[in-house]
């Protein structure tokens, strides 16, 4: 019995939450991966890109609340997620026409469409904080709770109780089924099979008659999707604020690099991977080894690595040592 205890509390506070963080990093990742293997930069700009997208989302989803339209249990938003899409990529194409087309055709070096990106990123930002404010906000309507505390402790007669959220399972049915479909593009689709052929060998791609400015039109199209359902999963998840995206983008570049820069599969697994490692290692885990120890013993410290302040400091000591003895990943991407 105590040791079911100490796995729903263990599953109640790393396991679920971590899953759901876990799998938002991972489609952060992925739009990261994506512009790193096809465009051959790092976009700095993708956190903001991602508050922008979740933004229109929750406009949209005023809009339909206004209107009195919902969808039961599961949060509006979801019903108004192609409306954040569809700014998002008109976003994204526009900053491209505009902006990094003109570098890309002077064929100039990655690093000056990393600053470039930086630029873009402060703009975004601005423009995000202007149209919608600083403060936290809220947009998780719906059932609150899938299972609650109280239910599962009368139901199992366990003391403790497991608590899972609707935004919880929201996100990772959501991120599965994005995942899913990238993949399947990806590989199965004739322009997912020029867009990796073009990351592979861009000189050869063009050889073989594919449309370089389709390819990154595309490209920006899929990115818009990734980053504005990875904002939104994690507005849903926390709150969103402006700010918390730009913090957010050390995570992601972790994931990204933890798996590979450009390899779509360890971007996913690299997202995973940090999750789990920033919630295991800031959670105060006395109340689950007393549920282990034998007898009486207990122990009376928190038992907790690092204060949750400290979260994205989990995530750069883990990209530094990434970059010290494996800097193409686990999954060998083209970080070198």
Known sequence: MEILNALVVTANFVIVPALAYGAQLALGALGVTLVFGILRFSNFAHGDTMAFGAMATILATWGLQTLGVSLGPVPTAILALPAGIAAAALLLLATDRGVYRFY???????IVLVIVSMGVMFVLNGLVRLIIGVDDIRFDDGARFLIRARDFRDATGLDEGLAIRT?????IVVAGIAVALLFWFLNRTRTGKSMRAYSDNED??????IDPERVVRITWLIVAALATVAGVLYGLDKSFK???YFQLLLPIFAA???GGLGNPLGAVVGGFVIAFSEVAITYPWKKVVNYLLPGEAEVSGLLQLLSTDYKFAVSFVILIVILLFRPTGLFKGQSS
Not at 104 to 110: F, S, Y
Not at 167 to 171: E, G, I, L, N, S
Not at 204 to 209: D, P
């Open 104 to 110: 890309r055709r002077k064929r100039v070096a990655p």
């Open 167 to 171: 935004a919880q399972v929201v996100t």
């Open 204 to 209: 050869l791609a063009l050889l073989s008659g």
């Open 242 to 244: 402006p700010f918390t």
């Open 256 to 258: 990204a690099i933890v």
